[in-house]
């Protein structure tokens, strides 16, 4: 890479892709990264570009605008763009220039905070309902639906959750040590109605040990391997259909989660704790929090001060 893209080109453009996705995380940023570059490798390649460069960026950025895609899903893309080239020219393969042009590619306007969806109390309570419990499949989707709503789980960590994280600690039933985003550690409090659902499903599929949610075969048999983070997709958008919420997604359950709990007053900063969330301006936007300073929390000290002239 000089500004020229790749010579040989796919030995270069796979080993500068492989270590992009090396600084990654999770595996789900991997994946989508992963998936946004391949998308860039395949417009270069049908456009007959030789060179990466800022202005080959931005024509690729036009053309996502031309398909129609959301602001968050370019800005993704793009942001996988700039990684590229920082690591091109961390690695000797283009000039520090020609990168620190390319991370400067303005990224598509966002009207305002993309928030998701959440359901209400009736919803979430219809939701966790819907699944037929008379059958083994029933009881595992909700017990996976109470644990992602009433813990507010991701869809990876609810796919992880073992028998032995649930565990008593003072006197009620928690998640303990809980891996999150970014390797952060956390207990989560766990409702009854949660580990009703949970004892159900695991009782039914003779779980002692091992990993709480199981894929399935057709003929309704446990499989000893975990459910995939896109059958837990599935499963949600499912049921989110059956009462009327379409296209209904893991993370609008975290919402869900959050919304409820500080409708009924739940402090944000626990809120924030059971989530995992790394800062409260996470929380904040998740809940739609704005700071109020007609009603500020210091009118509701209950302190009398008389400061002398």
């Known amino acids: 890479m000089n500004g020229a893209i790749l010579t040989p080109r796919a030995a270069t453009l796979e080993r500068v892709k492989a270590l992009v996705l090396d600084t990654l995380p999770s595996p789900e940023s991997k994946r989508a990264y992963g ?12 456009e007959a570009v030789s060179e990466f460069t800022k202005a080959v960026v931005n024509s ?9 895609l959301s602001p968050s899903t370019i800005n993704q893309r793009l942001s996988a763009i700039r990684k590229l080239a920082m690591e091109a020219a961390d690695n000797g393969l283009m000039p520090p220039n020609i990168a620190t042009a390319i991370s400067r590619v303005k990224g598509a306007r966002q009207a305002g905070i993309r928030t998701g969806q959440w359901l209400t109390r009736e919803q979430a309570e219809d939701l966790i309902s819907a699944p037929n419990v008379i059958e083994n499949k029933g009881k595992r989707d909700r017990a996976l639906l109470a644990v992602l709503i009433g813990c507010g789980l991701r869809r990876r960590e609810a796919a992880s959750l073992t028998v032995g994280h649930i565990q008593l600690r003072d006197a009620r039933w928690v998640i303990v040590d809980l891996i999150g985003k970014g ?10 109605w949660t580990k009703s659902a949970i004892d159900s499903w695991i009782a039914a599929a003779d779980i002692r040990d091992g990993l709480v949610f199981r894929a399935m075969n057709r003929g309704g048999r446990v499989i000893a391997t975990s459910i995939t983070p896109r059958a837990i997709c599935q499963v ?11 296209n209904l997604a893991p993370h ?13 007053r739940s402090g944000l900063e626990q809120i924030q704790l059971s989530l995992g969330h790394a800062s409260v301006t996470t ?27």
Do not use: N
């Open 252 to 264: 609008d359950l975290r919402r869900t989660f959050a919304k409820l709990a500080h409708k009924d």
């Open 183 to 192: 390797g952060r550690v956390r207990t989560v409090p766990m409702p009854s």
């Open 35 to 46: 998936q946004a570059l391949d998308d860039f490798f395949r417009w270069c390649e049908a």
């Open 60 to 68: 690729y950025r036009v053309r996502l605008e031309e398909r129609s």
């Open 236 to 246: 949600i958008r499912r049921f989110g259909d059956t009462i009327g919420a379409p």
């Open 283 to 309: 929380t904040e936007r998740y809940l739609g929090v704005r700071q109020d300073l007609i009603d500020a929390p210091c009118d509701h000290l209950g302190l009398t001060i008389e400061v002398p002239r």
